[in-house]
């Protein structure tokens, strides 16, 4: 017996996306939108997919797909010592998608658009012929010239990252192996909180304009901490860090007191979406105290220096570490 009929490419899009539309967006009626930065600044584009099995598992909440699809995004926008003005979505569905299944996803791609600040301008909406995959091209602007760009580290500056790190990848590691020992040691609201992290990223938005203001070089962590910080790097340039001053969470301190190899995937697991960036020593305790005023807590883990080479870790038992494999790659 065939199941109920599905509403047409229009009727999802009226129904579930286009109450998410923004000024220019026409209702989603048209094929293109409109967009005019404000006066003396330049727009910033950044465009990220997720895949189901690859970026995140096929049964997690559509809610939480949503969030995770758009969030990774404006991480890399809040990166650049922008601020979010919309974005663009395309949405290729699986076979087997229902209609709760979209209704659920919109409802946290709402959400998560409404908290940032960041409407819906457009997209497309189309059947994958395999898993689910989200692509959001998002929209940014800073004041002319701003922009914080990635390779922009001078020999001196101080390193610098957000919030804690590694509390996504052992949310990963903890949802595929939910019996390792290293675990039971962790009681369910930190069990929890790192299963969270993996879901949700924190995208850093409020610390964009100190950001902009101090860094001279940034970068979102998004395929782990030690690979992310030897991209930023580049040529003629490496740096020494603390390991000891890389920021943790409770759950990620005590799940590395109890197996400390751990601590190699908390450097080099991915999905913080925290931001990574260099500072000048005369800026950092301004750059601390603005982000801080912004809520956002920042740790100085290390200082760039010259030199090739993947960065180095001093770690807690006194050896020095170099990951030569320290990021995600999809290839």
Same mark, same amino acid.
């Not at 395309?90 to 908290?115: K, M, N, S, V």
């Not at 002319?144 to 509390?167: K, L, P, S």
């Not at 990848?169 to 675990?183: D, I, K, M, Q």
């Given at each position: 017996?065939?199941?109920?009929?599905?509403? #047409?490419? !229009?009727?999802?899009?009226?129904?579930?996306?286009?109450?998410?539309?923004?000024?220019?967006?026409?209702?989603?009626?048209?094929?293109?939108?409109?967009?005019?930065?404000?006066? &003396?600044?330049?727009?910033?584009?950044?465009?990220?997919?997720?895949?189901?099995?690859?970026?995140?598992?096929?049964?997690?909440?559509?809610? #939480?797909?949503?969030?995770?699809?758009?969030?990774?995004?404006? #991480?890399?926008?809040?990166?650049?010592?922008?601020?979010?003005?919309?974005?663009?979505?395309?949405?290729?569905?699986?076979?087997?998608?229902? *209609?709760?299944?979209?209704?659920?996803?919109?409802?946290?791609?709402?959400?998560?658009?409404?908290?940032? +600040?960041?409407?819906?301008?457009?997209?497309?909406?189309?059947? #994958?012929? +395999?898993?689910?995959?989200? @692509?959001?091209?998002?929209?940014?602007?800073?004041?002319?010239?701003?922009?914080?760009?990635?390779?922009?580290?001078?020999?001196?500056?101080?390193?610098?990252?957000?919030?804690?790190?590694?509390?996504?990848?052992?949310?990963?590691?903890?949802?595929? *192996?939910?019996?390792?020992?290293?675990?039971? +040691?962790?009681?369910?609201?930190?069990?929890?909180?790192?299963?969270?992290?993996?879901?949700?990223?924190?995208?850093?938005?409020?610390?964009?304009?100190?950001?902009?203001?101090?860094?001279?070089?940034?970068?979102?962590?998004?395929?782990?901490?030690? &690979?992310?910080?030897?991209?930023?790097?580049?040529?003629?340039?490496?740096?020494?860090?603390?390991?000891? *001053?890389?920021?943790?969470? !409770?759950?990620?301190?005590?799940?590395?007191?109890?197996?400390?190899?751990?601590?190699?995937?908390?450097?080099?697991?991915?999905?913080?979406?925290?931001?990574?960036?260099?500072?000048?020593?005369?800026?950092?305790?301004?750059?601390?105290?603005?982000?801080?005023?912004?809520?956002?807590?920042?740790?100085?883990?290390?200082?760039?220096?010259?030199?090739?080479?993947?960065?180095?870790?001093?770690?807690?038992? &006194?050896?020095?570490?170099?990951?030569?494999?320290?990021?995600? @790659?999809?290839?």
């Amino acid at each position: 017996m065939a199941g109920p009929a599905r509403a #047409s490419e !229009e009727g999802l899009i009226a129904r579930y996306f286009a109450p998410l539309a923004g000024p220019g967006a026409d209702g989603l009626r048209d094929d293109a939108a409109t967009l005019t930065p404000a006066p &003396g600044h330049d727009l910033v584009l950044t465009a990220d997919a997720v895949v189901a099995g690859i970026h995140f598992f096929a049964e997690d909440p559509p809610a #939480s797909i949503a969030r995770k699809a758009l969030g990774v995004n404006l #991480s890399d926008i809040a990166a650049k010592g922008a601020v979010p003005r919309g974005f663009l979505l395309t949405l290729a569905l699986p076979d087997d998608w229902t *209609e709760d299944w979209l209704a659920g996803f919109a409802a946290g791609l709402g959400a998560a658009a409404a908290e940032a +600040g960041c409407p819906l301008l457009g997209g497309d909406t189309v059947r #994958s012929g +395999g898993p689910a995959l989200i @692509s959001v091209t998002l929209i940014g602007e800073v004041p002319t010239g701003a922009i914080v760009r990635r390779h922009a580290a001078r020999v001196g500056d101080r390193i610098c990252v957000t919030g804690t790190i590694g509390d996504a990848a052992l949310g990963l590691r903890l949802r595929l *192996e939910a019996a390792a020992p290293w675990a039971a +040691g962790l009681d369910p609201a930190l069990k929890a909180a790192l299963a969270d992290r993996y879901l949700h990223p924190r995208p850093r938005l409020a610390a964009a304009r100190a950001v902009r203001r101090h860094a001279s070089a940034a970068m979102d962590v998004s395929d782990g901490l030690a &690979g992310d910080l030897a991209k930023m790097l580049g040529a003629g340039r490496t740096a020494r860090v603390a390991t000891s *001053e890389v920021p943790l969470s !409770e759950a990620a301190r005590r799940a590395c007191a109890a197996e400390p190899a751990l601590i190699e995937a908390v450097l080099t697991g991915g999905d913080d979406y925290e931001i990574l960036c260099t500072v000048a020593p005369e800026r950092l305790e301004a750059f601390r105290t603005e982000a801080a005023a912004a809520g956002i807590a920042v740790a100085a883990i290390g200082t760039v220096t010259p030199g090739d080479g993947p960065p180095r870790f001093d770690m807690p038992d &006194g050896a020095e570490r170099v990951f030569k494999a320290g990021a995600f @790659s999809h290839f």
